[in-house]
């Protein structure tokens, strides 16, 4: 494991160990946990999870959901474990190759046992860009050839019916992530997230329900920055974790 650091969220409502290099927690994270409809008694299940900021975010709101961890690299999910200690969560962490029906299975990750997944998955695919030398940031950003439709098609499988899954990718791979949703996936909710009011969208949150029937919707965008380049009082507030995205 690589020099680590210990870094606050939400205003310091959630502490975070992760590595100096490699993929690191930030907006990406805080936009998909404050856009996560949880209740207590749900079973939360953080997919890809790295160092588990995502749901450790999302616990932060609701103590009495209960929650769970996937992660492939094991030292990974050994500092999400830690940190899931550290901010007082029971939770299951597995060591799995979400692509690999295998690896599930070894680690006991079954169908159908969430009510809520949550994923940012990697951006990139084999062939569609330069792959980052670090192998940490690499293996967090990158999937083999079709692995975004392969990946999505594990985590609606791993969705209760009438269970949620939200996500955050790359807006201009929004058509990408509709296709892999295809099928069991009904009532979808897109939310583009804009880095400044007349920049093109940059992130696009995608939330829908396994199951339903309900036609897709386009909500209100999120701009981060206003003309001052800070973040607009929205964006401020979902950083402190005073607001949400549901």
Not at 7 to 25: E, F, I, N, S, Y
Not at 189 to 197: D, E, G, I, T
């Amino acid at each position: 494991m690589s020099e680590i650091t210990r870094d606050c969220l939400l205003g310091g409502r959630v502490h975070l160990t992760q590595p100096v290099k490699g993929h690191r927690a930030g907006t990406d994270a805080v936009l998909l946990a404050a856009s996560a409809p949880v209740k207590a008694g749900d079973g939360v299940l953080d997919v890809g999870a790295s160092t588990g900021a995502v749901g450790l975010m999302v616990a932060a709101r609701e103590r009495g959901a209960h929650f769970a961890f996937v992660e492939q690299d094991a030292d990974l999910a050994e500092l999400c474990r830690r940190n899931c200690r550290e901010n007082g969560i029971e939770a299951e962490v597995f060591v799995a190759d979400l692509l690999s029906k295998a690896s599930r299975r070894e680690a006991g990750l079954y169908p159908e046992t969430a009510d809520l997944v949550l994923t940012n998955p990697p951006f990139l695919e084999e062939g569609q860009a330069r792959i980052s030398p670090d192998q940490g940031r690499a293996a967090a950003h990158a999937l083999p050839s079709g692995g975004l439709e392969a990946w999505l098609k594990v985590c609606l499988s791993l969705l209760k019916p009438k269970g949620k899954l939200v996500l955050i990718h790359r807006a201009d791979r929004v058509a990408e992530c509709l296709e892999g949703l295809d099928g069991p996936l009904g009532g979808i909710a897109l939310r583009f997230v804009h880095p400044s009011a007349e920049k093109p969208a940059i992130r696009v949150v995608i939330s829908g329900i396994k199951g339903s029937r309900a036609p897709l919707g386009i909500l209100p965008p999120l701009i981060l920055n206003g003309p001052d380049g800070r973040f607009t009082p929205q964006a401020q507030a979902l950083h402190l974790g005073e607001a949400d995205l549901l």
